[in-house]
């Protein structure tokens, strides 16, 4: 491949969401006092997350009504009682501390590492602005990264071709000699795609996708490809 520019998504390509999160609402439930089987609560968690950052990508939902909602509806589901003061002071203290657990994805410092000198590195990321950027710092990661494009920078989110353009801009680079890896074959890899750019689909969890792409289970997999 003739590239220049390999763009990353941040949460769970390199760095490790789930974990982190788990390890922030522990650290929140113990503060917060709040009396509900942990595993449980992070078991509806996962999916009514996921499910709001995809109306969140599509532009469905306010990142206020993201933050608030997701744990509303998780507390709902669990029929735990909890007042809206309570879910809002748990959602800004859960933002906050979430970046302090850094886990990276295994094999991100060493592929990081390898391609660095070979390739202009960037991050393109749907999270949010006072979260991303220290995530990135806090775990260690900031110095392989030429440009970091979140989606609030950038006015668009992924899939949108809006922040691909936006990110393609910022780094000078063009679609024919830029390639996006990321975990979400909606967001990171269809969105790509759009605009032009190849595509790499970090797999890792042996997803079942209906359209033929590039795909690694793990990031050390990328060494066959640059």
């Given amino acids: 491949m003739n590239l220049k520019h ?36 992070i078991a509806v968690y996962g999916p009514v997350n996921e499910s709001y950052w995809k109306l969140y990508g599509e532009g469905k939902v306010t990142k206020e009504e993201l933050k608030y909602a997701r744990l509303r509806d998780t507390f709902n ?35 990081l590492d390898y391609l ?17 950027f220290r995530k990135i710092e806090l775990s260690g990661i900031a110095k392989y990264f030429d440009k970091i494009i979140t989606s609030e920078n950038a006015g668009a989110k992924k899939p949108n071709p809006l922040v691909f353009h936006y990110a393609l801009n910022e ?23 759009s605009v032009g750019m190849k595509a790499i689909h970090y797999n890792y969890l042996d997803k ?15 060494k066959a490809y640059f």
């Fill in 6 to 41: 390999i763009f990353f998504d941040l949460d769970q390509t390199l760095w490790d969401f789930d974990l982190n999160s788990e390890l922030a609402f522990q650290k929140c439930f113990e503060n917060q006092n709040i009396n509900l089987d942990f595993q449980k609560f």
């Fill in 77 to 111: 589901a669990l029929q735990y009682e909890i007042s809206d003061e309570a879910i809002d002071e748990l959602a800004d203290t859960y933002l906050e501390i979430l970046p302090h657990f850094n886990h990276l994805h295994q094999g991100t410092i060493e592929i």
């Fill in 116 to 132: 660095h000198p070979k390739f202009k590195i960037h991050i393109i990321t749907n999270g949010f602005n006072e979260v991303s």
């Fill in 171 to 193: 780094a000078k680079a063009f679609p024919h000699d830029s390639i996006m890896i990321g975990d979400n074959f909606e967001a990171d890899v269809k969105g790509a795609l």
């Fill in 208 to 222: 079942i996708v209906d359209e033929e792409v590039e795909t690694i289970k793990y990031l050390t997999e990328l």
